[in-house]
């Protein structure tokens, strides 16, 4: 089968699209036809860090349809058709556990189920199992218009949250986000964080703050968090060093500052993320409501092409490489 390949260099990972032996599902796992694959930008840091060790197939997220299973399976039969989470899926097939299966509908298409699962399960981790978001609390997530924050912004309205609040560094970008749920729009390239946070809420603050940027904004969100409010981070665009936080802060309205990676998670933790992304928000995918728009898709030989494609950082929604 074809794969996007890893290769280790002292200088970080090479892309080459090579061919591999299929893969055969163990005891408890099953073997998926990849008709589709997202594309995050969390895979090209990954690449630039693999310096060392083994070629590694790229991917994180696909749909297709299941192939074949292994025994101890219970649950899954040849010819569902799925979307899952799981490494190496940037080729024709993948092995993956059941548990990090979720049911496809058949009036979806592969594409649009290949942009749901990492960037849905990372937003309601952060939003729900992290942020213990509740209906009627506000929530505010910058860099909103990258595939996680608008994913926030679908969940965050989907389960009540009011007002959603998101914030980007393009007007253009900000006015498409409220079709997918957004109340207030922030301009952070001309607008301030903390008085656009404050007049949205009547000057109580955020409950919820979801994070991509870090040090350079870390100050305002604290300032923006109402008492009792929780801060997830989940990337730092904008740099680690350069964060400041006010302890007393921190202290006097009893904040709550939280970290969310997949790095230092056991299997057990990312499957059960997996399942609670599931139970949460496949009514809502079913319907219709959770749905991020796929700008482009990309041949497997592309991987490159669509790589530099995400740097630019020009696209809204999801890129979706196609296998064959």
Not at 101 to 111: E, F, G, K, R, W
Not at 157 to 162: I, N, P, R
């Amino acid at each position: 089968m074809q794969a996007v390949r890893v290769l280790p260099t002292a200088d970080g990972g090479q892309l080459e699209v090579q061919d591999i032996p299929i893969p055969e599902p163990g005891p408890g796992e099953v073997r998926v036809r990849v008709r589709a694959s997202g594309i995050n930008y969390g895979e090209i840091k990954h690449m630039r860090e693999h310096r060392a060790g083994q070629p590694v197939t790229a991917g994180v997220e696909f749909a297709g349809e299941i192939d074949r299973v292994g025994s101890q399976v219970q649950g899954w039969r040849v010819g569902d058709r799925v979307m899952g989470h799981g490494r190496g899926c940037h080729a024709q097939y993948v092995i993956a556990a059941p548990l990090a299966l979720m049911a496809l509908p058949d009036d979806v298409s592969y594409i649009d189920g290949a942009a749901f699962p990492n960037v849905f399960i990372t937003a309601h981790d952060a939003l729900v199992s992290n942020g213990e978001l509740k209906a009627g609390e506000s929530v505010f997530i910058n860099g909103a218009s990258g595939g996680v924050g608008m994913a926030a912004i679908m969940i965050a309205s989907a389960l009540g949250a009011a007002p959603v609040i998101a914030s980007s560094r393009s007007a253009q970008k900000l006015e498409r986000l409220t079709p997918f749920g957004m109340d207030v729009g922030i301009d952070a390239s001309s607008q301030d964080q903390v008085e656009a946070i404050m007049a949205a809420t009547g000057g109580r603050g955020v409950d919820i703050i979801i994070d991509t940027i870090g040090g350079t904004v870390f100050e305002d969100h604290v300032k923006s968090l109402a008492v009792k409010g929780r801060l997830v981070n989940l990337a730092r665009l904008g740099g680690a060093q350069y964060a400041r936080l006010d302890i007393n802060q921190l202290w006097l309205n009893r904040l709550k500052l939280m970290g969310a990676t997949f790095r230092t998670r056991s299997e057990q933790e990312r499957l059960d993320c997996v399942q609670a992304c599931a139970r949460d928000l496949l009514p809502f995918f079913r319907a219709g409501r959770l749905r991020l728009p796929v700008e482009r898709t990309f041949a497997l030989p592309a991987i490159g092409e669509a790589y530099e494609y995400i740097v630019r950082s020009q696209h809204m929604g999801k890129l979706v490489l196609i296998p064959d």
